[in-house]
Each structure stands twice: as structure tokens, then as C-alpha cells.
Nanobody, 115 residues
């Protein structure tokens, strides 16, 4: 059974930076797109950034110019570099990947940005 393990969340002040990491393990036959989502209480989970197997990236308008997504395909890892963090970025961030043609999720990591 595949697993996605995230790390890098925490508490930072506005203007600070964090880098989230996600490592995929288990019975992996293929991994296609990988990405990051976030969710706050009372709202649905929303896409933050995605990267395809070919390296194409997409970002939500709210994070363009501040966040960067990258992947290390050889090690089944995906990263989210978050710069110039703002209080509105506070959320639980989830790693996501299409693995063996099925969507898989990490457990989520809390990011809290204080003003």
C-alpha cells in the first residue's frame, strides 16, 4: 500500500519561509502528476500547486510569485518552497499524487503564519 509522508510544516511569522517535503513509498508502479493542496476549517480543499511528469507547473493565483513546486522523480519526492508567507496562507497542507493511476493523499501538515 502506498504512503505519502509530509514534513516541513510549522509556525512562522509573516514574511518568513518554509519548505514542505513529501516522500512517496510502497508498491509504486507509476507516478504521474504530484501536487499540494490546502484546507482551512469550513472550506473545501483547494489546489495550491501541481507539477506533471514532464515538469510543467501550475499555481493558484494567490501564491503565484511566492511558492515554487519541484520534484525529484528518482526519489519519489515533491517539494513546496513557500516564501513571503502571509497569515492567509495558514492551513493544513496536503501532498497529493496520482500513483498507479489512483489519487493518493498524505496526512497533512499544519502551516501557521502569524502576523
Amino acid at each position: 500500500q502506498v504512503q505519502l509522508v509530509e514534513s516541513g510544516g510549522g509556525l512562522v511569522q509573516a514574511g518568513g519561509s518554509l519548505r514542505l517535503s513529501c516522500i512517496v513509498s510502497g508498491g509504486i508502479f507509476s507516478i504521474n502528476r504530484m501536487g499540494w493542496y490546502r484546507q482551512v476549517p469550513g472550506k473545501q480543499r483547494e489546489l495550491v500547486a501541481v507539477i506533471t511528469g514532464g515538469g510543467s507547473t501550475s499555481f493558484d493565483d494567490s501564491v503565484k510569485g511566492r511558492f515554487t513546486i519541484s520534484r525529484d522523480s528518482a526519489k519519489n519526492r515533491v517539494y513546496l518552497q513557500m516564501n513571503s508567507l502571509q497569515p492567509e496562507d495558514t492551513a493544513v497542507y496536503y501532498c497529493h499524487a496520482l500513483i498507479n493511476l489512483q489519487p493518493s493523499w498524505g496526512q497533512g501538515t499544519q502551516v501557521t503564519v502569524s502576523s
